[in-house]
């Protein structure tokens, strides 16, 4: 194929910008720094309320860090307001009673689908203390934009 | 055109724009809301209802019926012969048009406010998905019909390559015949039986995984007819030749490859799907800018030979000779505009991290309008004002409403993408009707911005309405003319005249298909051997 100079110069420099996509996301995706929240687990979600995992949604902290138990049903989350330690690794576990739902914590990349029938699992670390709003990001019905809950980072106890 | 082709066309064309009108109201609706004026028809009811009318009519109807349109358009005028099997298309063409009309109907009545992701345990009335998949079995007799014009056409020209417009359908066909594979067995599988009641329940993330296998590849179901226009009908228009046959022909086959087995990027956030997969469909998704890239280059290179015919000299006088003033030209160039900026979106939504902080946030609805809001919406509405008189032999009527309207386009869509794209990167999620949560300080950092968007959606509008004008005054009133040609770019240099190795359109569709299997086939296949639990269906609308 016969193509003009400027554009396979053109062609190079696309490629160039590609691979070096393609290598950012292959290093810090493989390297474990940056995953999508991908947890395999399902959960029978006619059953939340009696699974023994969600059976009794709350913030259990311990040496490491927390964990948040929770689940999303129209049009709110459980527990409501959910207090973490600043500074420390906080593994939430979560899932949904009815239809799709979506968490995200605003202000920060803590953003997951909550899909019945499905556990989403991630770990993260919220560095500033301070109340941040966690929203329904996925239609979930006529309360859609009513459904929100709130996260309180708490300076952590020396 | 020959009349029984071109009534084909028309008859899809219009429900295109009767669609694209109503869905333009559904808009102006929510645009409206989100700013949160006091209006009488306000309410959750209303709200949610418009979204899942404006998504299906604008993304499955407009778009839909709008290929179809230029799809017999482009078979006939490129070959030079009348496309086969006319019962059977105008059949299609009935089957699309009463499955649309039950999916309208499910909506508007209130009993399919699903949105058009249609994301079970959601549970809509059995209309919407039956009426949806008539509109996609419609589509493929559409596809075979495409194909057949030029298989026959092949059988007397042995040897010869398909004209660029035509291997550019070609290619958008064989991409919507893959992609549709998984909207239909979502579709009989689990949504039809499960709104009917054969079934109690259905498992959502499975759902999922067949939508998106679909939803991506749709959005270059969309794009590659633009391409079309692009390639073979802008650089005629501007008055000058396309750059580069071959690339344009590389561009159209990259996609055929590259469209599908890209989809777990729509769902980086989901559970149920492992890590390793998400990311050899991430890897993939980088790989289809490529011949975006090369679009952009061979586009514009196009350009600056239609302005160097008319006497341009210099860097960037070239610019200033294009004709501006002409409905096509504006749209399509002002289009690409906005898709430059939209592809840089698409390319930060790719990457695995920074999807987490954009997903279903504001940035989202930002981002696609400026795709499939612009690129496409922006380039067929110029399309038409080219079409529509060449179709009906009259006059483009109330021409300087189409001179104005896609520049009116391109305003409200730089106000409403901009400040979507902002308000989304502060967090606000799309697709709610009110953003106060309960007064919430965070939330009250998104008020002003969702002011500008609905200054965005007022232009918008207008600029709908405008055209909407111009169609039906051409459509009912304008004036008889001499019919004018339906002409295509000529390549800078001559085309070879041997078909090569990007003419083997049945070789592609197997690589293809083998990448769309090793992308879908395991991770499908391990989620069926998992435990899994189903959901029974809500109506919560």
Known sequence: MNVPLYEKIWMWAAGGIIAAFIAIVLVTGVGGALQPPSHVETIDPTQVFKDPRFAHPAVTVDANGATVVAFGMMYGFTPAEIRVPAGKRVTFRMTSTDVTHGFLIVGTNANTMLVPGYVSQFTTVFQRPGEYLIVCNEYCGLGHHLMSAKLIVEEAKP | MSDRTGRLALANLWVAILAFGVASAMALMQALSRAALDLPWRSAKMYYLSVTAHGTLMALVFTTFFIMAFGYVVAERTLGRAVPHRALAWAGYWIALAGTLATVAAILSGKATVLYTFYPPLKAHPAFYIGATLLVVGSWIWGFVIIRSYLAWKREHAGQPAPLALHGMLATVIVWLIATVGVAAEMLFLLIPWSLGLTKTVDPELARMLFWYFGHPLVYFWLLPAYVVWYAVLPKVAGGKLFSDPLARLVFILFIVLSTPVGFHHQFMDPGIPASWKLFHAVLTFGILFPSFVTAFTVTASLEVAGRAKGATGLVDWLKKLPWGDPLVASVLLS?????????????????????????????????????GSATALTFMGTAYWLLPRLTGRELELGLLAKVQPYLWFIGMVLFSISNHITGLMGMPRRIYDASYGGSAVAHAWRGLTDVSAVGGLFLFTSAAFFMLVMLGTGLAGKKSAPQPIEWAEPLEPVSPRAGLLDRYGLWTVVAVVLVLIAYAVPLWQHLQMQRFGSPGFTPF
Do not use: D, E, P, R
Request: net charge neutral; aromatic share 10%.
């Open chain 2, 336 to 372: 690409m505009l906005l898709f430059a900026v939209g592809g840089v979106g698409g390319a930060i939504n790719a990457a695995y991290g920074m999807n987490a902080v954009v997903h279903n946030t504001a940035w989202i609805q930002g981002h696609f309008h400026l795709t499939v």
